[in-house]
Nanobody, 120 residues
Framework: QVQLVESGGGLVQVGGSLRLSCAAS????????MGWHRQAPGKQRELVARLTSGGDTFYADSVKGRFTISRDNAKNTVYLQMNSLKLEETAWYYC??????????????WGQGTQVTVST
């Protein structure tokens, strides 16, 4: 059974920083893509950043230059360093991974989310 567990959310002031972590556990053979999505109140979930096993990255235009996604392959963990946070980035942040698990094949998995609140 595969699980994704996020951590690192919390309350931060405008302009502050947070680092989110997402650890994948279970009988994982390969992880192809890991990424972060977010959903603000009343809005649709959006892709924030994504990192492939080959090192290719994607960032939403709104976070380019401020957020950095990285990965520790040995720990099956992906990080999202968020700097210069804005009020409108208050949201639940969700980790997602496309991976190959033993007996399950290739699927997409989601974490339970971690809340980020940006305040004045």
């Amino acid at each position: 059974q595969v699980q994704l567990v996020e951590s690192g959310g919390g309350l931060v002031q405008v302009g502050g920083s947070l680092r989110l972590s997402c650890a994948a556990s279970g009988t994982i053979s390969s992880i192809y893509v890991m990424g972060w999505h977010r959903q603000a109140p009343g809005k649709q979930r959006e892709l924030v950043a994504r990192l492939t096993s080959g090192g290719d990255t994607f960032y939403a235009d709104s976070v380019k230059g401020r957020f950095t996604i990285s990965r520790d392959n040995a720990k099956n963990t992906v990080y999202l360093q968020m700097n210069s946070l804005k009020l409108e980035e208050t949201a639940w942040y969700y980790c997602a991974a496309t991976l190959h698990a033993e007996k399950s094949g290739v699927n997409e998995y989601w974490g339970q989310g971690t809340q980020v609140t940006v305040s004045t």
